[in-house]
């Protein structure tokens, strides 16, 4: 496949995720769409999908090999399990570690929070009782305390 209809299927699949269309998701996936891609803002669509709690379109992207610990956005976003987290979307979080996502996997490379962190502070309690059974550990107490604080 040439590199113009890559991006072009691509930008479609962010496209697709974002507003839930599960089958055109799949469609575009057969036609080649990479599910390990992202927008000119970086966005991937598995983060996109995470957030708006779409668990249906999680588990096709994660099937059709998109990455659970693949961070989105150039700051802004995060990883996809501290999207799902922050919101309380529990089957999108349930998902993600099925696929192997890192319930301790800090995001802004690294710096920022992690998955219970963001399920704790939304006070999502489900959810922070999911990513725990997963094996998610509560920051240290010398960690930075907000979001974007390295």
């Known amino acids: 496949m040439n590199r113009r209809r890559r991006k072009k299927l691509s930008g479609r699949l962010v496209d ?8 055109q998701v ?5 036609a080649g769409a990479p599910a390990e891609t992202a927008d000119s803002a970086g966005t991937t669509p598995l983060y996109q999908a995470a957030v708006n709690g779409d668990a249906g379109i999680v588990r096709v992207l994660l099937t059709a090999g998109a990455s659970p610990d693949t961070e989105s956005g150039t700051g802004s976003e995060g990883t996809p399990l501290c999207g799902a987290a922050c ?10 570690l099925e696929h192997g996502a890192d319930p301790n996997l800090r995001e802004d490379h ?17 959810t922070a009782e999911l990513l725990a059974a997963a094996g998610a550990r509560p920051r240290p107490a010398s960690a930075p305390t907000g979001p974007g604080n390295a």
Do not use: M, S
Not at 87 to 96: N, S, T
Not at 111 to 123: F, I, K, R, Y
């Open 16 to 23: 697709a995720t974002l507003v839930g269309d599960l089958t």
């Open 110 to 126: 690294g710096t920022g929070w992690t998955p219970l962190d963001w399920a704790t502070q939304g006070a999502h309690a489900e």
């Open 26 to 30: 799949r469609a575009l996936l057969r």
């Open 87 to 96: 919101w309380g979307h529990i089957e999108a979080v349930r998902a993600l």
